[in-house]
């Protein structure tokens, strides 16, 4: 019989907030409806109980208290509604002696967004932290790889230079001696 135009509600810790919605009557004859709140010193509504004509749209709005600290988990709020059958009599009256079964639950939460910021700006650090720890692997790798290819030329190097042109040149003469044996 009726759709809200939201699912819940979401306040920012800390800040004054208004939020507007929609209560619209689907059905084809006139409805009355009902709000009530599980935690009224912390929220406001323009208006809470109302007439809708069939097919037609209540614009509502809803407050939170920015000086209230404790904000309960759970809040919400309940629409009841009815159909309206006797124009004549007062929506008071009426709700006094009638409570619908007929309801809608809407959730409210308050968001800390200062803490949502501080996670969002942890997990990107984190990311960022992961991948420097992945370049620097690979910058160890590289220089343990460049270490080792000096450690093999400087071997080489103390090769050359261990031989003096003297010392290479009886080396040559007694190889061609010892190649002069064999024959």
């Not at 939201?6 to 920012?12: A, C, G, Y």
């Not at 709005?61 to 159909?83: M, P, R, S, V």
């Not at 969002?120 to 991948?131: F, H, P, R």
């Amino acid at each position: 019989m009726i759709e809200v135009s939201h699912k819940s509600f979401q306040f920012q810790q800390g800040l004054f907030n208004r939020l507007r919605f929609k209560i619209k009557n689907v059905s084809n004859v006139p409805i009355t409806f009902k709000i009530r709140c599980n935690n009224n010193t912390n929220y406001k509504l323009d208006h809470y109980f109302g007439l809708i004509h069939s097919h037609q749209d209540f614009d509502n709005c809803i407050q939170n208290n920015e000086a209230a600290d404790i904000k309960l988990q759970g809040d919400q709020l309940e629409i009841q509604y009815a159909e309206y059958t006797d124009p004549l009599q007062d929506l008071k009256d009426f709700w006094k002696s009638r409570k619908s079964l007929d309801h809608v639950i809407i959730t409210i939460e308050v968001l800390d967004v200062q803490q949502q910021q501080k996670e969002a700006i942890l997990a990107e650090l984190q990311l960022k932290s992961q991948s420097l720890q992945k370049e620097l692997q690979s910058i160890k790798y590289q220089y343990e790889q460049a270490q080792k290819s000096a450690v093999d030329i400087n071997y080489f190097n103390q090769f050359q230079d261990g031989f003096t042109v003297g010392q290479l040149m009886i080396v040559i003469v007694i190889c061609l001696f010892c190649g002069g044996i064999f024959r």
